[in-house]
């Protein structure tokens, strides 16, 4: 029953369970679909705000790009104190072209951009801050309400931080110019690249000249090989073993890759006593990965594919400036780096100049050695250490450096006294010059070799580019972009008449290095011809040698008049005084001889440079000497050094030179400026200094004053308010620094030059009565001051700005007192209408020159990256 009764009561309850469920679904439904519409609601108004937000900061990066276009072109009125801010609207004009206006506060900028009928770019505008002298904060601040039913719109920003640099920028023009220096009687002071040696001067006459009839001639030490189908040329090292390295006391320098030829049981070694190595080769062909199993470029030493050891590099001063590549016997060095000098308890180590970021690979280690591009120590802390030398090739090394940041203070740096000749060997345009020997073995494709000696350092007498018996009227093309250097063993000897002619475009370097005289026989009749000729004729008399023997033969300083007992052995050197009164002397031994030094082929101008004083000597017995330095007023057809022209020339600059480093000027001290100097020794009116200060430093706050001045200055010099006075100034350096208060570097050379030195020569065209017309040249001078630059030189300004000064002469209209070249305002001073005037050469006519004045220029900014 109960059964029954209870379903008949679900049966009956259904329909009104069915109304309840009903209700109760419509009110879900009902509250679901106002929370979707709230939803949907609420999320429309956000997606506005966003679009908005979006919208503005699309429309302030475009005003940004404005801005910074603007910064750019020179077009903005930056605020001028820290702290203040200017906002800047940009907007296209009726002409479509984009203007901008300034305002001082972010109200009247906008004011600006919700009422003006003209199109604001991106609807915004942007405020600069100037947070410090030289940095600034930027913010474009846009405005959209497109997507905004209010009117309030919605605002997006954008930021960045830069900075604003500026730099003098020189503007020349060609000027038709003379300029001539007052006739002084002592030359600039020599600046050349000193006794340097190639890597295949096979036959220089201190080091081999004597006994080369006595070893195997294939055991020359160097020599150039030519490797064109593998990619280039090289210098071979040949094996010479112990007994014989490859010793020299003047610089080694390897301008091609150094191939190392080391077997059988000995090694090669080079050494440059006292003195610095340079493997400058960049060597990139199929014979590195040949002859090592190493795939470099860019190489500057390794070894032949037998080779069971490297080489020593033995030497004060060390230049790599290329990788270096090896495959040695298991356990033995690849380059030993040892010390090589007269003070290793002073010196313990050896000064690295990588003139890049350097990789040697030998495959005997696990990983390569890598080296940075810098001025590095390398410590050798004990003579049993240099015994068996560092080994560049182990990645270990590059640790055991220490860093010199700062060449002028570093001590490792100064105990090099000035042997750090890298620079010179570069040319205007921080290259490599492009160096030859006068004897080439092999030379680049396409191009004669250099043919100027014979293998064993004799002069070539069998060839009409070099040798004839009337004087040249044609010569060969090929040279005219070379540095040559040319060490004769021995002067030539002829029955006949001869002319030999020496030449090179760029620089022909001479040097006889001998403890006897140059002599010149009959009808030999020499001509060097270059637009730089450089003479080095020593060791002079006092000079104190150094010299080495091995176990048979004597081998750097082998004439007769040199001591022939006591020899050195391999391992250490004996020194010498040079007694020989002839040791620097070119002699005429009959008239018909004669040596000249004369322009380039079809030229009128020329500069000389004598490196070392020597003596000349005619046949009749007449001497004079001539003087270190450099001449550039010699007559256009050269000098002959035999004749009375010469003689008078040399006599009339022949005021001596003093060096600053002696004890009675005492201006430098150790190859660094000396600013403790006596106030008294700063005056030496009665001279010429020759002021040469390797490492730099401080000039002290005096007046420096001489007859001449001629300065040559390494690393930084600091101005410290001095003033060079002289008739005439010249000055060579890395830097000169003049940043910060009291810190100028003041000129007065105006007492040598107060007659007019400098015409501005212009030509007018003139018709004369008859209908012709005529070129008429007027000259107008120009009273001032005249500065000689003998390399460039970088100035750091008084304001933090930069300025260059290339080589040359630089004349400076209505200068007459002190003026300061450290100073930002003085270079800012020449203008279109008041130029100064340079010229690379002078004293003729046809002088290239410019007149040139400065605009302050500012370094472009970018805002890309530097977004918050």
């Known amino acids: 029953m109960k059964k029954f009764t209870t379903k008949k009561r679900k049966i009956n309850s259904k329909k009104g369970f069915s109304m309840v469920l009903a209700i109760a679904l419509v009110a879900v439904l009902f509250l679901t679909t106002t929370s979707f519409l709230s939803i949907a609601m609420l999320q429309q108004k956000e997606t506005g705000t966003s679009m908005n937000s979006r919208q503005a900061y699309v429309s302030s990066k475009s005003a940004l790009d404005i801005a910074e276009d603007f910064l750019n072109d020179g077009k903005l009125n930056l605020p001028t104190n820290i702290g203040d801010s200017k906002y800047y609207v940009f907007y296209y004009d009726a002409s479509g072209n984009v203007q901008v206006k300034d305002f001082s506060n972010a109200s009247d900028a906008q004011n600006f951009i919700d009422n003006t009928d003209f199109t604001v770019i991106g609807n915004a505008y942007v405020k600069i801050t100037k947070t410090s002298d030289t940095e600034y904060t930027i913010t474009a601040v846009g405005s959209e309400s497109k997507y905004n039913n209010t009117n309030g719109g919605n605002t997006g920003d954008i930021s960045a931080k830069f900075e604003v640099t500026q730099h003098w920028e020189k503007k020349e023009l060609g000027t038709s110019l003379r300029m001539s220096e007052k006739k002084f009687s002592t030359p600039p002071a020599a600046s050349s690249t000193g006794f340097l040696t190639l890597g295949d001067q096979t036959a220089f006459s201190l080091l081999k000249s004597q006994i080369k009839s006595t070893l195997n001639e294939e055991r020359d030490f160097r020599t150039i090989q030519g490797m064109e189908d593998k990619g280039g040329l090289a210098y071979i090292l040949r094996n010479e073993a112990e007994k014989t390295p490859i010793s020299s006391f003047f610089p080694l320098v390897f301008d091609k890759a150094l191939k190392i030829t080391s077997s059988s049981g000995s090694r090669c070694r080079a050494i440059a006593y006292n003195n610095g190595i340079y493997l400058l080769g960049n060597y990139s062909g199929t014979d590195v990965k040949s002859s090592t199993g190493v795939d470099l470029q860019d190489i500057c030493y390794y070894p032949n594919s037998d080779a069971s050891y490297g080489c020593t590099l033995e030497c004060k001063f060390l230049v790599i400036g290329g990788n270096m590549a090896c495959k040695t016997s298991a356990g033995q060095k690849g380059a030993a780096v040892k010390y090589a000098g007269s003070d290793f308890a002073t010196d313990k180590g050896v000064v690295i100049y990588f003139t890049k970021n350097i990789i040697c690979k030998n495959p005997n280690y696990e990983k390569a050695a890598v080296y940075n591009k810098g001025y590095y120590f390398l410590p050798i802390e004990t003579e049993a250490i240099n015994q068996t030398g560092i080994d560049l090739f182990d990645p270990q090394t590059p640790n055991k450096l220490t860093e010199i940041t700062d060449l002028s203070t570093d001590s490792h740096y100064k105990n090099l006294n000035g042997i750090d000749k890298y620079s010179s060997l570069l040319d205007s345009n921080g290259n490599l010059k492009n160096m030859h020997s006068a004897y080439e073995e092999k030379t680049d494709s396409g191009n004669k070799t250099v043919c100027f000696l014979e293998k064993d350092g004799t002069f070539k007498t069998d060839t009409t580019l070099v040798c004839t018996n009337i004087p040249k009227s044609s010569y060969y093309t090929g040279w005219e972009d070379y540095y040559t250097y040319c060490a004769p063993s021995a002067m030539p000897t002829v029955s006949n008449t001869s002319y030999i002619d020496l030449y090179a475009g760029t620089e022909f370097n001479y040097l006889w290095y001998n403890v006897n005289q140059m002599d010149l026989n009959s009808n030999v009749n020499i001509n060097i011809r270059s637009r730089s000729v450089v003479l080095s004729i020593g060791p002079e008399q006092g000079e104190e040698l150094y010299y080495n023997r091995n176990k048979i033969y004597p081998y750097n300083f082998n004439q007769t008049n040199l001591p022939t007992s006591d020899f050195a052995t391999d391992s250490g050197t004996k020194k010498t005084t040079i007694t020989s009164s002839g040791a620097n002397k070119i002699k005429q031994n009959d008239a018909t001889a004669s040596f000249n030094v004369m322009p380039y082929w079809g030229e009128s101008s020329f500069t000389l440079t004598v490196i070392n004083n020597f003596t000349v000597e005619t046949a009749n017995g007449t001497t004079y000497t001539v003087k270190a330095g450099k001449y550039t007023d010699i007559p256009k057809e050269g000098l002959n050094l035999f004749d009375d022209k010469a003689k008078d020339y040399f006599d009339s600059h022949s005021t001596e030179q003093e060096d600053s480093d002696s004890s009675g000027i005492d201006w430098v001290q150790s190859g660094t400026i000396n600013t403790s100097v006596a106030d008294s020794k700063l005056n030496q009116s009665s ?124 004349y400076f209209p209505n200068e007459k007192s002190d003026f300061n070249i450290l100073s930002s305002a003085f270079w800012q001073k020449w203008t279109a209408t008041n130029p100064y005037y340079y010229a690379k050469e002078i004293n003729k006519d046809d002088t290239i020159s410019y007149s040139i004045h400065n605009e302050l220029k500012t370094d472009k900014v970018s805002f890309e990256g530097k977004y918050f």
């Open 687 to 810: 001279s010429a200094i020759k002021f040469e200060a390797s490492n730099g430093g401080t000039l002290k706050n005096g007046a420096y004053t001489a007859k001449a001045i001629y300065c040559d200055f390494g690393n930084t010099v600091k101005g410290n308010n001095a003033t060079l006075k002289g008739d005439a100034i010249s000055i060579g350096a890395n830097k000169l620094d003049g940043s910060g208060a009291n810190n100028g570097l003041f000129i007065n050379t105006y007492g040598g030059y107060s007659d007019s030195i400098c015409e501005l020569i212009t030509k007018t065209t003139i018709t004369k009565t008859d209908g012709t017309t005529e070129i008429q040249t007027n000259k107008t001078p120009k009273d001032g001051s005249l500065l000689h630059i003998t390399r460039d030189t970088e100035l750091v300004l008084d304001d933090g700005l930069t300025y260059s000064l290339n080589e040359g002469y630089y």
